[in-house]
Each structure stands twice: as structure tokens, then as C-alpha cells.
């Protein structure tokens, strides 16, 4: 994965570079950046993990065209758009801000599409 690759998946996940430093890579900003910037080579483990991310994030949003593909035509998915990590966790228990970072964006792009509401 090159530098460019990382930077458009943590964007595409909704990640700050802070929350992937903490989050996913377990190191400092500034490493981080250094890996966006191509300054260091992306680590194989960063590679595989934000690859396995981006499947999570496939996976989620393949069940909810499940759940779409059942809806009557033209009756929009209500879809939850929690505005704090806080208030994500009361529905989630234990989960990550990755998920919750990603599940917005999800939320977002369905929205945004005109096939869901959010609540």
C-alpha cells in the first residue's frame, strides 16, 4: 500500500489522522503522517488492518442493501446518525470510533443517495 492508498482509505472511513494514529496504527501522529507523506514506508500489519477495515465497512453496507431489497419500492431505510462517539456507545457497546467513524460515513452516503433517513 503506498502512501496515497492509506491517506484515501482513512478518508474514506472518516478518520482524522489522530484517530487512525491512536485507533489503528498505535503510534504517534507524526508516524502517521510520515506514512501519508510516503516520508516511511506503510508498515504490512497498517496495510492488512485497513484492508480487513475496508471489508468490515463492505460487509455493513451489504446488509443494509439486504435490508433495502426488501423495503417496498420506494420506501426509504431508516438509518441511525449518532453525532458523539458517546451516544454511538449506548447503541454499541464496546465498539471502536473506527466503526463509529465508519458507520456514519455508511450512513452519509445512503442518505445522500435519497434510499435512506436518518435518525
Same mark, same amino acid.
Given at each position: 500500500m503506498n502512501n496515497?492508498?492509506?491517506q484515501a482509505i482513512r478518508k474514506l472511513l472518516m478518520l482524522d489522522v489522530r484517530e487512525a494514529a491512536e485507533e489503528i496504527g498505535k503510534v504517534s501522529v507524526r508516524t502517521w503522517q510520515y506514512w501519508?507523506? =510516503?516520508?516511511?514506508?506503510? !508498515?504490512? +500489519?497498517?496495510e492488512v488492518e485497513m484492508n480487513t477495515l475496508l471489508e468490515v465497512?463492505?460487509?455493513?453496507?451489504?446488509a443494509i +442493501? +439486504?435490508?433495502?431489497s426488501a423495503? !417496498?419500492?420506494g420506501q426509504k431505510l431508516r438509518l441511525p446518525y449518532?453525532?458523539?462517539f458517546e451516544q454511538y456507545l449506548t447503541a454499541n457497546l464496546g465498539s471502536t470510533k473506527t466503526l463509529w467513524?465508519? +458507520?456514519? =460515513?455508511?450512513a452519509a452516503?445512503?442518505?445522500?443517495?435519497g434510499v435512506a433517513e436518518l435518525y
Open positions: 496515497s492508498e492509506l501519508e507523506s =510516503g516520508r516511511s514506508k506503510v !508498515p504490512v +500489519d497498517i465497512r463492505l460487509e455493513r453496507m451489504r +442493501d +439486504d435490508q433495502l423495503l !417496498p419500492e449518532c453525532l458523539s467513524r465508519m +458507520d456514519q =460515513g455508511i452516503l445512503y442518505y445522500t443517495e
